[in-house]
């Protein structure tokens, strides 16, 4: 069965400092693994993706992100806090074993402090 | 621009009453999907539809119903049998390659049982 573990609820950084977003998943093969964000009272927006290519994965806003298959994780980094990361990240896993459905962790609440 | 609408933005309903949310994408997708979100528990999915005329359950099912007449349209009904409707749903949509592409969202409605 597939499914995502985000192991923070709730991460505060300072503006300018790194961003570490935790992301563990379970799946039975290949998995397709994304990053979302969502601002408040929005829908989400993708930040990148992982479909088997390469395993470090850069996306928008200067987020990426490393497939690590032997820690079955996907941890979302950022060098630089900047105050517009604030917001809700959703990590999600799918693969061709699912039936075209997507499965979401529950979601890390980034607070940046200026 | 192509992307996903989804009305109203915010809906208020008495109890007992039936309620529509509306989404239509012009992506021409095949997937698409409804997720209910509720503070703290991320997204959980109520229906989705891989192809025009055919539809199935998600985790959240009871209480809703779809339909899936049109390729570019899946609306939404929350009927008077959903114990406890009141939260931000959003609605999806993904070319349908079996998990390998991501989905793309809309904005959201917000529900509210008054």
């Known amino acids: 069965a597939q499914s995502v573990t985000q192991l923070d609820s709730h991460v505060s950084v300072s503006e300018g400092t790194p961003v570490l977003l935790r992301c563990n998943y379970s799946?039975?093969?290949?998995?397709?693994l994304f990053w979302y964000v969502q601002h408040p009272n929005k829908g989400l927006q993708l930040l990148l993706k992982?479909?088997?290519?390469?395993?470090l994965v850069k996306g928008i806003n200067g987020f990426e992100a490393e497939f690590k298959k032997s820690e079955t994780s996907f941890h979302l980094t950022k060098p630089s806090a900047h105050m517009s990361d604030a917001a809700e990240y959703f990590c999600?896993?799918?693969?061709?074993?699912?039936?075209?459905?997507?499965?979401f962790g529950t979601g890390t609440s980034l607070t940046v402090i200026p | 621009d192509g992307g996903i609408t989804q009305s109203p933005k915010y809906l208020f309903r008495k109890e007992g009453q039936n309620v529509t949310l509306s989404c239509e994408q012009n992506?021409?997708?095949?997937?698409m999907y409804w997720y209910r979100q509720d503070p703290g528990q991320g997204l959980r999915l109520i229906y989705y539809?891989?192809?025009?005329?055919?539809?199935q359950k998600g985790d959240i099912a009871e209480g809703y119903s779809v339909s899936r007449e049109k390729k570019e349209s899946f609306p939404l009904t929350v009927t008077s049998a959903q114990k406890n409707p009141t939260a931000f749903y959003l609605c999806?949509?993904?070319?349908?390659?079996?998990?390998?592409?991501?989905?793309?969202f809309g904005p959201g409605t917000r529900l509210t049982v008054l």
């Open positions: 999600v896993v799918s693969d061709v074993y699912t039936g075209n459905q997507f499965y």
């Open positions: 799946s039975s093969y290949s998995p397709s």
């Open positions: 992982y479909t088997s290519a390469a395993t």
């Open positions: 992506l021409n997708h095949d997937a």
């Open positions: 539809s891989q192809i025009v005329n055919d539809f």
């Open positions: 999806a949509s993904n070319i349908g390659t079996r998990g390998m592409n991501e989905q793309f």
